[in-house]
Structures are given as C-alpha cells and as structure tokens.
C-alpha cells in the first residue's frame, strides 16, 4: 500500500469550512466549537445547510444533495484550507455518490477531518484522490466542546504534527509483534458495508488497520469482521490497532471476539489506543506509513501527519 499525499498543516488565520455530510446538528454544541476554532485563530465558515433537517428522515442532517453541495463547495473552494465535519451519525454513504470527484481532485489538497460515520469519506478521499486525512473529533462532538485532550491532540496535528507521531496504548497486546505500514481505517462497521462500494478500496493489504466502533455489540462486531474477512479485505493487513469500544458490550465479553476474529491474521494487534468514540479522543491520520509495535503498545508515525 501506497502513502498517500500529506495536505499542509494549518497556520494561524487559515480558513476553515463546517459541514454536516451525516447526522442533523445541534445548534449549541456548533456555536461551541466554532468559538473554540477561533480561539486558535481559525476562521471558521459554516456551510449552508449545516443546521437543516431533512423532512421525512430526521437522523439526516438535510437533503442528500445539499449536504453533498456544501462539502463539495467547500472542498473546491480556494479559499478553504481545511473541511471539518460537524458531527457524525449516519448519511455520508448517502452522499459520497454525489460528489464530483474530477472536480474535487482539481482543487487539490487540503485538510480533511472527521470520523465514525466520515469514515466513508476517508475511504473516498484516499481511492479517488489519494489523499491523507484526519480522522478525529468533529466540530460540533461533545468530546471535542468539552474535552481537552481531544482538543489538544487535534490542535497540535493541525499546527505542530511533528509533536503528535507517537500514539500510546493504555492496554496489552491482542498480539505481539512490530510490522510497518500505511494507516487506514475508521469505524468497523462503515468499512464492512462499504466493502464493494464505488468509492472504498478493495482491501487492507500492506495496511495497518485502525478500527473502533459505538453501539454494537459483540455478535455484530463478530459479523462486521467476518465479513471482511469473508471478503478478503483483510488479505495482506500488516498490523491492526484497536481504538474504543463504546457501548459494546463489556469488554471482557468483546475482548474474546477480537481474539478470536483478528488472532489468526498472524500480525501484531494493539488494544486501546485511545481514537474513536472515547473520551479525549486522539486524531489520528489515514495515509500515513507508520510502525505499529504491539510489545511497546506504540504506533509511531514515520512523517508528520501533514506536512
């Protein structure tokens, strides 16, 4: 697996676009976030239809079209260093199809950043435009409002990345080993029904998998990851880390299950590194070649994550 192009980092006045490509957005939590952004001498627009709510389905944040107008505009606008999502939820599948992405990609790089549902998009990013992204808290996420580790680590991979390349586990390996590789990843869930889908590659091959999930328990984790593996999209993963498991049941029962599915890939498989839908989540970057060492419980980058 291929690096994929590192978009620049931030700098103090960048420009920064807001949109909502998921789930319907609360008002207050917005407006915190985009106080928070300004207090790092951000400019922060918000898209159109960020605050809207679709008629019939309400876990949409607004229209398919529209939510895919604002990011499209957002992305190709010149004058945006940066696209933040503001929430995840569910919709990004819904959208990811109506994206021109011969535009997108002659707009050229810039920062991406969003997770759980974005993951779709992560997955787009990089197999239609070969670009690095961010996966990490949204701007109107209650972690990222109120939680200053996750606001720290996001703030530092945005201005300083070269102070973030090291991640720590806070657990034991799953299984031991050291493997190098390209990152990639996001929610369990998104990367199994994305398998086959236009805009997701075919697998993880050469990667170093990063997964983690909310809300499901560990039958469906079960599913989620046999169904990759059934696939073969797991064919050739380097190394796999594990973020949170929120709401997934007690981990001593959903433990057996990562064992169980991800022991016989053979490759080093890190437990609780801290990204995902925990608290004081850390970004961490998709595209990015890296060394996963699970007897050290690290994942240390080999460059920043934006250049």
Known sequence: MKEL?????????????????????????LQAGLDLLRGWDLDPVVAPHVLDRHRSLPHLAG???????DLQHAWCDPGVDAVLCARGGYGAQRVVDLLDWDAMRAAGPK???GFSDSTALHEAFAFR???????????????????ARAQDHLRATLFAPETV?????AGVPLAPGRARGVTLGGCLTLLATGCGTPHSRAGARGGLLLIEDVGEPPYRVDRALTQLLRTGW????????????DRCGPYAELRPVLADRLGGLGVPVVEE????????????????GAVLDADEGTLTLDAPALR
Do not use: M, Q
């Not at 390349?165 to 586990?169: G, I, N």
């Open 5 to 29: 192009l590192r978009p620049s980092r931030l700098a103090p006045g960048a420009r920064v676009a807001v949109v909502a490509p998921s789930g319907p957005v609360a008002e207050e939590r």
């Open 63 to 69: 229209a398919d079209a529209d939510r895919a107008a």
């Open 111 to 113: 920062v991406f950043v």
């Open 129 to 147: 435009l070969g670009l690095a992204t961010l996966y990490g808290p949204v701007a109107a996420g209650i972690d990222f409002v109120k939680n």
């Open 165 to 169: 390349r090291t991640l720590r586990s």
């Open 234 to 245: 797991l064919d050739g993963v380097a190394g796999v880390a594990l973020g949170s498991w």
């Open 273 to 288: 590194l801290g990204f995902g839908h925990c608290e004081g989540a850390l970004t961490v970057p998709f595209g990015v």
